[in-house]
């Protein structure tokens, strides 16, 4: 069975707005990255980004939840083959490797395995 939700990163146009939007709201730290993407923490320490790439997966910003896998590669395998779409084909970013892939709703979902 997988992990439940580890990680949350928002792909968007706005991103310095996106940040201030959080931080006023929620009081979440905001503070720069890996590849240029601003990484939000509470006081338990950090558990999202926001990327500066604006890569978006639709027509809307959108955040991605990353769910820990044990391999990337049959966990995709196993999404398409239950109707997942693929979004974007193995990536590896400075904490592992993942896909993003789009359920049969329409939810963007990241599969992720630690490096």
Do not use: C, L, M
């Given at each position: 069975m997988s992990s439940p939700f580890v990680w949350f990163h928002h792909n968007g146009r706005k991103s310095r707005e996106t940040q201030k939007f959080f931080e006023s709201l929620l009081a979440w730290k905001g503070s720069e990255g890996p590849d240029g993407m601003t990484m939000l923490a509470?006081?338990?320490g950090p558990f999202a980004a926001i990327g500066a790439k604006q890569?978006?997966?639709?027509?809307?910003?959108?955040?991605?939840p990353f769910v820990a896998v044990d391999d990337v590669e049959a966990a995709t395998k196993r999404a398409m083959s239950l109707g997942a779409t693929l979004l974007?084909?193995?990536?590896?970013?400075?904490?592992?490797?993942?896909?993003?892939?789009?359920?049969?709703g329409g939810a963007a979902l990241a599969l992720w395995k630690k490096a």
């Open positions: 509470h006081d338990a890569e978006r997966y639709g027509d809307r910003d959108e955040w991605i974007r084909e193995k990536s590896r970013g400075p904490a592992g490797e993942f896909t993003v892939v789009r359920d049969p």
